[in-house]
Nanobody, 118 residues
Framework: QVQLVESGGGLVQPGGSLRLSCAAS????????MGWYRRAPGKLRELVAT?????????ADSVKGRFTISRDNAKTKNTVYLQMNSLKPEDTALYYC??????????WGQGTQVTVSS
């Protein structure tokens, strides 16, 4: 089992920045990839960005050039970050962290709210 705890959400004005963090614990040796997803009010959950243990990244077109995902693979913890710049009102959503285990299971965090508003 893998436990995920997100932090860093909040209220920010358009054009501002936030950095989300997701700390993994438990069977972190089994984690193959980690990523961020979001669900805006009235919409389905969508992929924001993912990163593998080898550092390969993938981004949604809507965030390319504005968001950066990174990962800290320490022996006792595994943390993924999402640096969000030039935030727009349409980035407002509940952001979830996901860890994909090498054996196929997916684990989700509880989510952290990001609100972009003036």
């Amino acid at each position: 089992q893998v436990q995920l705890v997100e932090s860093g959400g909040g209220l920010v004005q358009p054009g501002g920045s936030l950095r989300l963090s997701c700390a993994a614990s438990g069977s972190i040796f089994s984690i193959y990839a980690m990523g961020w997803y979001r669900r805006a009010p009235g919409k389905l959950r969508e992929l924001v960005a993912t990163i593998t243990g080898g550092g390969s990244t993938n981004y949604a077109d809507s965030v390319k050039g504005r968001f950066t995902i990174s990962r800290d693979n320490a022996k006792t913890k595994n943390t993924v970050y999402l640096q969000m710049n030039s935030l727009k009102p349409e980035d407002t959503a509940l952001y979830y962290c996901k860890a994909q285990a090498s054996y196929g299971a997916n684990f989700w965090g509880q989510g952290t709210q990001v609100t972009v508003s003036s």
